[in-house]
């Protein structure tokens, strides 16, 4: 094992490195930081989470001169990655006070130019914006010495790559090194390490089969379209998530079921391409800071994505094919984390379902529905751990008054039992539908309709209890109906395994 010492960081940015807990290098960076030192070209083919911001930023603020003009130009393909990569290395930077300004769209354009005008050492941007401040004028390429490509591949899923040649092509050459990450690699990125780079070093901490990182626990469950919520929120109840990314197919699908989930007491947000920059940012920054348990997103919307710490990813929607499959999934089990990931299968979607396998050559083991008894437990449970931890934390006068005032109106076995009562039953009677959505169906091995969704049975309840903001845990009571067990079931000869204590 290595330290950042030996791979000939200097002094400054040690320093820095240690302000923020960096104390040894992860294997992309023990391999592309002395490359990158050199100035070469490198070819970096890693997952989210395993360094790679580190692999490029160290080397990018060692090889930087301060009050030169920019040098550094970064793409990433989201706006989330974009600010998250600028502030990663604002930190990197701290001693060496080099100048990072990021562009993105959906932000104030002139700002941006103001920022730019200042001459940062260092930009990071989305390739459309990018592209407009070229345009203007306001974003000049002549002194970058440094290109990097950030989560290629995801650059190209999204449609960036004729922007990307565009930019890449407006860049001198001259001494300019490139320095290319992603996690796969498709045709179209060959392609633009076949023109644009010079004998790059190639750097890999993955297998490049693509199969699923070992610390991901891959299940599935069979559920009826109209059972999703109910099973799905008594699945939650028992895996008690710490962090949890949920995915649905539809924007609409986002919306009703993260209504759903605070309905029924869940800290939860949506995200998909209609919600504006900022709130973004804000839900974001809510789950980051653990103010949020439940993130509910589209494929596109967690495009670019890095936060850590997710411990389970459910599929509420299958996906359609194997590679959305693999990135949905990626989104835990990191940095040696475990990590569960649970897929959601109408009977009629077996065969995406063995597709999705076949291509992964890996098979995914069925889960059956939680049982009545075992909902009820972990409930129990979690209300004792909420018990000891406000016995430690909480105490204070006015809850000591109300508890007075409770006991007055009974025995004290009676007023706990109806305590007891409204948080394990009563959050389930409310009455939610989400709107059909159209499972997916193969028919002679080719795909019938892309899950749209039928709108035939609108979003509705009962009654709503909103999120209680004064309460930090992760079921806030609501709703009335008794949990509904499960039975072990089997679908194409497969055995359900029992839920892992």
Do not use: C
């Amino acid at each position: 094992m290595k330290f950042f010492k030996q791979l000939g960081v200097s002094d400054e940015t040690l320093k820095s490195l240690e302000d923020i807990g960096f104390e040894t290098p992860t294997p992309i960076q023990e391999e592309s930081i002395p490359l990158a030192l050199e100035r070469k070209d490198i070819l970096g083919q890693a997952k989210t989470g395993t360094g790679k911001t580190g692999a490029f930023g160290i080397p990018i603020i060692e090889n930087t001169e301060k009050q030169a003009g920019t040098q550094v130009l970064i793409l990433t393909p989201t706006r989330e990655l974009a600010v998250q990569v600028s502030e990663q290395l604002k930190k990197f930077a701290k001693y060496k006070k080099l100048g990072v300004s990021v562009i993105f769209g959906g932000m104030s354009i002139d700002r941006q130019i103001k920022d730019l005008k200042k001459k940062p050492e260092i930009i990071v941007g989305t390739p459309g914006r990018v592209i407009d401040h070229i345009k203007r004028r306001t974003l000049k390429l002549d002194s970058i010495n440094t290109l990097v490509l950030d989560e290629a591949d995801e650059m190209m899923n999204m449609g960036f790559i004729d922007d990307v040649k565009f930019i890449m092509s407006e860049i001198p050459e001259g001494d300019r090194q490139t320095l290319l990450f992603s996690a796969t690699m498709p045709k179209a990125i060959q392609e633009l390490v076949t023109r644009f780079m010079k004998s790059p070093s190639i750097v890999k901490t993955m297998d490049q089969g693509g199969a699923s990182d070992p610390q991901i626990e891959e299940h599935y469950t069979i559920v009826k379209e109209l059972e999703k919520l109910e099973v799905f929120t008594d699945f939650l109840d028992v895996h008690q998530p710490e962090l949890a990314i949920v995915f649905g197919r539809t924007k609409r699908r986002v919306d009703e079921l993260t209504g759903a989930l605070v309905a029924k007491g869940y800290r939860a947000e949506g995200l998909h391409g209609d919600i504006t920059q900022s709130k973004r940012l804000e839900v974001l920054k809510k789950f980051r800071n653990d103010a949020l348990d439940i993130l509910v997103a589209t494929d596109v919307a967690a495009r670019g994505l890095d936060i850590s710490g997710v411990s389970h990813v459910y599929n509420f929607d299958i996906p359609q094919d194997a590679e959305s499959y693999t990135h949905r999934i990626g989104r835990t089990g990191r940095a040696g984390k475990e990590g569960m990931a649970l897929t959601f299968v109408n009977p009629v979607e077996m065969d995406y379902l063995r597709m999705i396998e076949n291509e992964k050559k890996k098979t995914i083991s069925a889960l059956r529905p939680p049982l009545k008894k075992e909902v009820q437990k972990s409930r129990e449970k979690e209300i004792f751990n909420k018990i000891e931890q406000w016995k430690s934390e909480n105490k204070n006068t006015h809850t000591f008054e109300t508890a007075e005032r409770l006991l007055e109106q009974g025995e004290a076995k009676e007023v706990v039992a109806a305590i007891l009562n409204e948080f394990l039953f009563s959050r389930n009677e409310d009455s939610i539908q989400l709107s059909f959505e159209k499972p997916l169906t193969r028919k002679g091995g080719q795909r019938r309709g892309k899950g749209q969704g039928g709108g035939k049975k609108p979003f509705r309840k009962g009654r709503t209890q909103g999120s209680q903001g004064g309460r930090n845990h992760k079921r806030q009571g609501g709703g009335n109906r008794q949990p509904q067990g499960g039975q072990k079931r089997s679908q194409g000869g497969r055995t359900f395994k029992d839920h892992i204590k």
